[in-house]
């Protein structure tokens, strides 16, 4: 059965993951996979998420099934962190899923079912350029046609705005626009406030799908100003698709507690929500509970939320504190590199090719991703010097 079985594709950062694990020198330093750590080095879990643990082993009375949604006081609850508390939901439909990564497969099919028995093109998906290794992958194996829209400047390490307006003033009704709700991943390049107003008045124009990707909601400017933009995004679209993560800002990774939501308007809520249970059933039918009855949990106990807002604070403010000594410890070695502290979230992109980032990782046991992103998430404030140092050596000063 298995003998001519095509060679697997690698994942670019779960193989620099793998590298780093094996890499015996003591001084190694992995700024590879998007995990956040403290500052003894730990993915820790909240204290938050602890405490929901402890009432949940002592509370729970059953491990029965619990639905094709999921948890819905989950889906309640993050209805809410994305759209704020006054939004009308009665237009979307919401689904617990296996972590961002289910959701967006998840909605991947919808839109190939929504074209299915009619006589109209697939969708296209416009991702930007570059984007999260997944985003591609993910929708062509859902048989969408994946284009790539111009995002970074690589060379400033800022956006590259009318081309990036140019390509989207190109988008019509066939059009999916996926974007990243605030953290951009790879770059750390965020639209701005006004950026994210011309595209809703594009899209209330031009009738595209947008398509947001929240995996990073309390890691840039905060929970509410990370979802300010896709906020203006929903009132202005009458359809719209959304995942969302907590693998970050809950510190879940693992438990894969994510949501898919479609606007679909009022007429069309029963008929996606019945085609998306549909979906799931083919596919994972439903999603892990534990994950996403904690995040339940702490958002309904006004005490838990106080604590996980106060960890996820201070996770924030070490990531930005992290970006300044950094571009400090790379000034004083002559490599100007201020964009780091107009970035957001856990990455950036430095310009680094192929040869700068194999010389990091055999000379300095440095890891970068492929394209030359850095974690500084997961960097020890204490080693930023001697990080700097080897940047230098590498980067054009
Ligand atoms: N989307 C983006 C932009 C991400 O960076 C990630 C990575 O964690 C995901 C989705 C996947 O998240 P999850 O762990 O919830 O599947
Ligand atoms: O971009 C990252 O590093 C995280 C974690 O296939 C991750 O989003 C990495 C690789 C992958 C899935 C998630």
């Not at 190694?28 to 402890?54: F, S």
């Not at 990774?253 to 029963?270: I, L, W």
């Not at 404030?381 to 230098?392: G, H, K, M, W």
Request: proline content about 5%.
């Amino acid at each position: 059965m298995f003998q001519s079985l095509p060679p697997a594709a690698s994942d670019p950062i779960l193989s620099v993951a793998e590298a780093f694990r094996n890499d015996t020198r003591p001084h190694k330093l992995d700024l590879g996979i998007g995990v956040y750590r403290d500052a003894a080095g730990n993915t820790p879990v909240m204290l938050a998420v602890r405490e929901a643990e402890r009432q949940l082993l002592a509370q729970q009375s059953s491990k029965s099934y619990v639905g094709l949604a999921g948890n819905p006081r989950f889906n309640r609850a993050v209805e809410k962190l994305v759209l704020g508390d006054a939004a009308d939901t009665a237009a979307w439909v919401s689904m617990q899923t296996p972590g961002a990564s289910g959701g967006l497969r998840l909605l991947a099919d919808l839109l190939v079912s929504s074209r299915s028995g009619t006589d109209r093109p697939l969708p296209r998906v416009w991702i930007s350029d570059p984007s999260y290794v997944n985003h591609a992958p993910v929708m062509r194996a859902a048989g969408l046609p994946v284009e790539h829209y111009p995002y970074l400047d690589a060379a400033s390490g800022t956006l590259r705005r009318e081309a990036f307006f140019d390509a989207v003033a190109g988008l019509g009704q066939d059009d999916v626009l996926l974007l990243h709700g605030c953290c951009h991943n790879p770059s750390g390049v965020d639209l701005a406030a006004a950026d994210w107003q011309r595209l809703a008045a594009m899209v209330a124009k031009q009738g595209f799908i947008p398509f947001v990707d929240l995996a990073y909601q309390g890691f840039g400017a905060g929970m509410e100003a990370d979802a300010a933009g896709l906020r203006l995004l929903a009132d202005a679209s009458a359809e719209m698709l959304l995942v969302y993560s907590c693998s970050k800002n809950f510190g879940l990774y693992r438990e894969r507690t994510g949501a898919a939501m479609v606007k679909a308007g009022s007429q069309a809520v029963a008929a996606v929500r019945g085609k998306l249970f549909e979906l799931a059933r083919r596919s994972y039918t439903m999603p892990p509970d534990h994950g996403a009855e904690l995040v339940a949990r702490i958002l309904e106990s006004s005490e838990l939320t106080a604590l996980w807002d106060e960890e996820l604070t201070a996770m924030r403010l070490r990531v930005q504190t992290t970006r300044v000594l950094l571009t400090q410890a790379l000034a004083a070695q002559g490599v100007a590199a201020d964009y780091l502290c107009t970035h957001q979230g856990m990455f950036s992109m430095l310009p680094l090719d192929g040869k700068a980032i194999a010389q990091l990782r055999d000379e300095a046991a440095v890891y970068v991703v492929a394209g030359g992103r850095i974690n500084l998430a997961g960097l020890d404030t204490a080693r930023i010097d001697e990080l700097a140092l080897a940047l230098a050596d590498v980067m054009q000063v």
